[in-house]
């Protein structure tokens, strides 16, 4: 099993910046790919980026293109986002998640993060 704990979020004004962290224990060593979704109030999740831990390469949704950066800390098995010129439209809880396959995108996420809501003030 993989577990994933969320760290971060909370209330920034806009034009503000928050870091994510998500880090993962247990049998973690084929969960290759790790990504970050997001859920607004009354809204679908959608994807907001993901990467993979030993390929690299990033993919963004274009809504936070510019303005997020996903990273990744092997020696911690952690993934990061992290948020910066903040818009009241980025409110929502924050998800972490990881999967097998080594396809970006937001497709077959198998493991999830408790999430973590960020506000941000207008």
């Known amino acids: 099993q993989v577990h994933l704990a969320q760290s971060g979020g909370g209330l920034v004004q806009t034009g503000g910046s928050l870091r994510l962290s998500c880090a993962a224990s247990?049998?973690?060593?084929?969960?290759?790919?790790m990504g970050w979704f997001r859920q607004a109030p009354g809204k679908e999740r959608e994807f907001v980026a993901d990467?993979?831990?030993?390929?690299?390469?990033?993919n963004y949704a274009d809504s936070v293109k510019g303005r997020f950066t996903i990273s990744v800390d092997n020696t911690k098995n952690t993934v990061y986002l992290q948020m910066s010129s903040l818009k009241p439209e980025d409110t929502a809880v924050y998800f972490c998640?990881?999967?097998?396959?080594?396809?970006?995108?937001?497709?077959?996420?198998?493991?999830w993060g408790q999430g973590t809501q960020v506000t941000v003030s207008s």
């Open positions: 998640a990881r999967k097998k396959s080594y396809a970006l995108g937001p497709a077959n996420y198998e493991y």
């Open positions: 247990g049998l973690t060593g084929y969960v290759v790919t």
């Open positions: 990467t993979n831990r030993f390929i690299g390469g990033t």
